[in-house]
């Protein structure tokens, strides 16, 4: 009985690292970036359906504003009411992306990014948005998927006018 426990043991850690071997750091890159050019031209097209695509069942996601979403289906809603109202027709811009594995099967993104085609409180068109989003994969059954994504909209210290 011993034995077999022994030898079971064996087997799992030596698939644990086979599993890490077989890791392919660049694929994981390319498919992270797919991920979010598929997210982009999701936001892009105002598709509620497919911006919740890219996250996972069980993910969770914090707006700027602090409103929050758990699973597919409440993401799904908040964006289908983000873009019946102020983001919609916005385009997603990225102008700088870094990405970070912290394990084979998990990675953070950073993006800073700038929201083009916002409206104002009257309507009327109003500077570019500019964001940062902290973004948080996981990959399970082969595909990363976004576990938990918090975007949000930087302020100036206090005391200095924002531009």
């Known amino acids: 009985m011993r034995v077999n426990r ?3 043991s064996a087997v799992v850690v030596t698939l644990a690292f086979a599993g890490l ?3 392919d750091p660049a694929s994981d890159e390319k ?3 797919a991920r979010t050019a598929e997210f982009v031209a999701a936001w892009d097209r105002d598709d509620a359906k497919g911006m919740a695509a890219v996250f996972a069942p069980d993910a969770d996601f914090i707006n700027p504003f602090g409103r929050v979403a758990k699973g597919r289906a409440e993401i799904e809603k908040l964006f ?3 873009h019946a109202t102020f983001t919609r027709g916005t385009h997603f811009g990225i102008t700088q992306e870094t990405r970070r594995r912290l394990s084979a099967e998990a990675a953070i993104v ?3 990014l700038e929201l083009a085609g916002v409206k104002g409180p009257d309507g009327g068109p109003a500077p570019p948005l500019k964001m ?3 973004v948080v994969y996981a990959k399970k059954g082969g595909q990363w998927w976004v ?3 918090r975007p949000a909209i930087p302020a100036p210290p206090p005391g200095v006018p924002m531009k």
């Open 80 to 82: 289908a009411e983000e």
């Open 6 to 8: 022994l030898l079971a």
């Open 21 to 23: 071997a077989h890791a």
């Open 132 to 134: 940062h989003v902290t």
């Open 147 to 149: 576990v938990a994504a």
């Open 110 to 112: 950073d993006w800073d």
């Open 31 to 33: 498919a992270l970036q």
